[in-house]
């Protein structure tokens, strides 16, 4: 009953604002600069829950997901392991492999030679991270970085691991993070989306990347993410069709706005509504986009931070700073895939390219976020979906090696947004097949980025056929040692 009220409620504001206030499309634009949360969908949550609300004061406004796409091996990056090397081409002891699947490219090998890192590590910072000689401007940032060693997953694919960290779930059709961040917390700029993308590619293997990962799911459609590009049109269909003035474009949008207004008023479906808002988003858009993309106008000392290739469009390096512009802008979720980590082959040549392609950029992030004083209410995460193995797929040879995926540990890292710098969490076994210490469920990281941005990963609900769904799905508990 409760709900009903609060719905009944809610839908009639929004009709008498837009009775009252002449129907047109610059109503509905000061419709949504007034009221933020004029067009959030309603109908299907709890009375409890209102979006826009957090639960608790946050720690991090925004994050800046940098996802490398397709896995990197922790064993290569961030989770040294000397005994490795000991036991060169000795065979995985049954013991510590426990049963466990594997993929159907390894599954018919006759043996499971284990393989050390072909590069070295050192200790950095005073927090002492071991951090492989990979990444020297990741190392010059360590004391900023909380590491997770202990990550692991159910998944063992690429397209179910990847879904399942970024909707909760190994099948599609479900919120992304984003979507879920932007449906319970709205937008901090109303001239650009609460969510946005961006895609790069590296040397090796891409795995794809699918709008699915960025879809709004059963969540309005205003909260699903919107792609930039690194083409002509950053995002597409965003300029007034040719011959069409700007003027004549806001006359259309109004007639439009009319016809959609007449059509929510006979069915009262909230998707007519968000069409409304998406319209408006792009019109405002069209003088937003075109100023965050311009990188030129970055001082030197910035282009020197990420790098040259920074001002090569469609580049890590660039989707890197490209991230920071919009985050500085207020959008509050840039999910960023990296793709081309998929190493089953030739894995030091194809990791040492990777890498040198992403370090300096990821590390010039945070260092430009934390020189701009925005890296505490900024939340940057680093990772892939899931590890690779420490037995040798394919070739055994210290120079030319492959790795299969591993869902039972790999590692990532987190910088800013609440979380506690110079932190090592977790541990791996001896030979990194194992969680050892503190392991970090993948629903675990997610309910911990949540609160991190103010909201209860139990209450952050939408009920749809029948159903209270969430991201993190019925488990997930906040990792508290992770917070600062």
């Known amino acids: 009953m409760e709900k009903d009220i609060l719905e009944h409620r809610l839908n009639i504001n929004r009709r008498r604002f837009l009775s009252h206030l002449s129907m047109g499309v610059g109503s509905v634009a000061l419709g949504s600069l007034l ?22 004061a946050p720690k991090a406004k ?80 360590a004391d900023d970085l909380c590491i997770v060693r202990s990550m692991h997953t159910e998944a063992i694919n690429h397209d179910p691991a990847l879904t399942f960290f970024q ?44 709008s699915k990962l960025w879809t709004n799911g059963f969540l309005d459609s205003v909260h699903q993410g919107v ?7 950053p995002v597409l269909y ?31 479906d909230p998707e007519i509504n968000a069409k409304i808002q998406q319209y408006e988003m792009a019109y405002r858009m069209q003088t937003t986009v075109p100023e965050i993309m311009d990188l030129n106008k970055e001082p030197d000392s910035v282009i020197k931070l990420y790098g040259p290739d920074c001002l090569v469009p469609g580049t890590y390096a660039a989707n890197c700073l490209l991230a920071r512009k919009l985050s500085e802008s207020g959008v509050r979720f840039v999910q960023l895939y990296h793709q081309g980590w998929d190493q089953h082959g030739n894995l ?32 940057v995460i680093w990772g892939g979906e899931f590890g690779r193995t420490n037995y040798s797929q394919g070739k055994l ?49 997610q309910a911990t980025v949540l609160h991190l941005m103010g909201l209860d990963h139990e209450k952050l609900i939408y009920k749809h056929l029948g159903r209270r769904f969430r991201l993190t799905d019925v488990s997930g508990h906040v990792v508290k040692d992770l917070i600062a």
């Open 227 to 233: 792609q930039f590009s690194s083409g002509e049109d």
């Open 167 to 210: 909707t909760g779930a190994q099948q599609g059709n479900r919120p992304s993070m984003g979507s879920w961040l932007s449906y319970g917390l709205g937008s901090e700029n109303q001239n650009l989306p609460a969510f946005t993308v961006l895609l790069s590619r590296g040397i090796g293997n891409g795995q794809g990347v699918y």
């Open 348 to 379: 030091p040549y194809e990791i040492t390219h990777q890498a040198k392609d992403t370090d300096q950029a990821s590390a010039a992030l945070v260092t430009d976020l934390k020189q701009r004083g925005l890296l505490d209410e900024t939340l």
């Open 62 to 141: 925004r994050v800046i997901y940098l996802f490398q796409n397709g896995a990197p091996s922790q064993i290569e990056t961030f989770d040294y392991k000397p005994k490795l090397k000991e036991m060169f081409g000795q065979e995985l002891p049954d013991s510590v492999r426990g049963g466990q699947r594997l993929t159907g490219m390894t599954a018919n090998q006759s043996s499971f030679p284990l393989v050390g890192s072909f590069v070295d590590f050192k200790q950095y910072g005073q927090s002492g991270a071991w951090i492989s000689d990979l990444l020297p401007y990741t190392a010059k940032i």
């Open 238 to 268: 965003l300029k007034d069709p040719k011959g069409l003035s700007r003027e004549e474009r806001r006359v259309m949008l109004d007639n439009i706005s009319e016809l959609n207004h007449i059509s929510h008023e006979k069915l009262g």
């Open 35 to 56: 009221m933020p949360d004029l067009f959030k969908g309603t109908g299907s949550m709890d009375a409890d829950m209102i979006p826009g609300l957090r639960d608790f």
């Open 397 to 445: 040879d210290p120079a030319d090696y492959g790795r299969d995926h591993h869902p039972r540990c790999f590692s990532i890292w987190m910088a800013g947004g609440g979380v506690k710098p110079g932190l090592i969490y977790g541990e791996t076994d001896e030979l990194g097949y194992n969680v050892a210490k503190d392991p970090v469920h993948v629903h675990d990281f």
